[in-house]
């Protein structure tokens, strides 16, 4: 669970670098065999961008490719109580 | 070709459920076995969004499932005349 935990990315609306470098670090100097890049809702866009700068900028020679990229859907209370739908995203990155 | 074509949504920024009801449509009326749903950018997020809508609030009942999710990068020139790289995503949806 810890583990899972720290190889996991959450994405957020801090500079896009910060992911970016966070994803590197994860594999280059943590050494983990698989990182989780996770977002919601309109961060989703972003998601994918962190991924492929990440993999094809950063990655490349680390032999680091995408194992599993999933969608689904959260229901949360909005401030006015009503029910609402928001898509997740998980994209799975995994060293050769 | 015109086959693939047909059978291919592309997300941009017209009213979001012009784009759900397109994807429910080629399966439900036109008889599809298979729907892309392609975007590029920030309207990656607005993808995801139309296939979980698409999925689960209207086609849970025709066995529509999602078959596969691909990203990448596309280069392209801007304005400035400068090489900018743009993720897109491919979501791929199955009738089983």
Redesign the interface.
Known sequence: MADNDENTIFIGGKPFMNYVTGVVMQFTTKGAKEVTIKAR?????RA??V???AT?RFLKEHGIE?KD?????EEFKNKEGKNV?V?T?D?VLVKK
Do not use: L, Y
């Not at 809702?41 to 866009?45: A, L, P, V």
């Not at 990229?69 to 859907?73: A, C, E, L, M, W």
């Open positions: 809702g309109k961060f989703i866009s994918v961008d991924a492929e700068v094809r995408i990229i999933k969608i689904n859907s739908n898509s995203m994209i």
